[in-house]
């Protein structure tokens, strides 16, 4: 596996300085100039669009399930690990309108992109375009590097495929003893792993912002599909979006949700807002850290 990979940089989802950081931070080698043609030419675009397409993120359609999608849908909810991963917001399943959802995303992997297209040649069916978008489980993650020191857990993601999954202590006579000397009062419980990948979208303000499968979403769109089946998460303020998508904490939900404009998943298909570029294979470093304290009680 290469330790390179072609990235597709959204321009208009970043201002300058973040393009130039990302990049920066990225790849091995560019040319500022260019980027910053790039970049103004973007921002030319993207004028152009705020004044014809205003609203255009507003009000989009959510379609209930076909009776061919019913199954899958119900394979989803009586996932244990769904319930686990949704249940802070309500939710809804629903075929989403591509071209009026918002991205959270600035950066589609062409790796992905064309493994993908090797999967769906063609247009799948109904059923088999469920399966795709709403699976009920996960392929188990490839080897990562994982550490301790004591006092903090360390994971390496090469993939950015791992989230805790869950974390609970028990107490008394139900904490598991290891086998080392003395007794254990307590014991903390992290699970960590791959919940199934869902697409995953939500919704606040009269607008959708795809949260999860954008990679999915980009190259079903090109194959002709409008609308795409996903789990949504009903959000009633910026709150609920937060918990509902972690992910997208770095990102300014008040602009993005407020503005006439929004950059928009279909955006990805617009060349002059696009920069293809080169750049280090993306990974995460996961890490859990305990500090341990005594305070000695009046």
Known sequence: MSDRVTEHL??????QQQC??????????FDRDDLATAWRTARETMSRLEEREAGCADD????PMPPEMAAQVDAVVSTPA????????????GLIELD????????????????????W??????????AACLPHTAEPPLASRVSFDGRCLSIRDDHEVLQQLDIRFESGPTAQSPDAPGSVHTALHLRVGTPPPLVHAVRFGGRLMLVD??????????????FLPCIVSVCSDVDDVLAAAPA???????????????????????STLVHTYRARRPGRLLQWRIEPAVQWLP
Do not use: W
């Open 121 to 130: 040649p063609v247009l799948p069916e109904d059923a088999a375009l469920a």
């Open 82 to 93: 769904i319930d686990q991963a949704f249940g802070r917001v309500p939710v809804m399943f």
């Open 10 to 15: 959204l321009l208009s989802a970043m201002s």
């Open 248 to 270: 997208v904490s770095d990102l300014d939900l008040d602009a993005l949700f407020d503005s006439p404009r929004p950059p928009m998943l279909r955006d990805f298909g617009r």
């Open 213 to 226: 499968g954008h990679h999915r979403a980009r190259v079903l769109r090109a194959l002709g599909v409008t």
């Open 20 to 29: 130039l950081a990302r990049l920066e931070q990225r790849s091995d080698a």
């Open 60 to 63: 989009p359609g959510i379609l």
């Open 100 to 119: 009026a959802t918002m991205t959270s995303r600035s950066v589609l992997i062409d790796e992905r992109l064309e493994a993908m297209k090797g999967a």
